[in-house]
């Protein structure tokens, strides 16, 4: 997320500010897979960014989700 970006929606559910529960249930149920988050940014334009949620792989030190 960039600044003046927001996250509207969570593989196509849309979300709100305050709905990070939404993206942690997305990404702890992917297993590995891609999770769709769609932004907006402060004109109005949206994208979806896919990321893969480490929850599901080994454990390492430092492991980050990787943004496509």
Not at 14 to 20: E, I, K, M, R, T
Request: aromatic letters at 8%; glycine letters at 10%.
């Amino acid at each position: 997320r960039g600044p003046g970006e927001a996250v509207v929606a969570v593989n196509g559910t849309p979300v709100g500010p305050n709905d990070f529960p939404t993206l942690h249930e997305a990404a702890q149920q992917a297993f590995g897979n891609p999770v769709t988050l769609t932004v907006e940014d402060a004109d109005g334009r949206r994208s979806d960014r896919a990321f893969v949620s480490p929850f599901a792989l080994p454990a390492q030190a430092g492991l980050q989700p990787h943004f496509a």
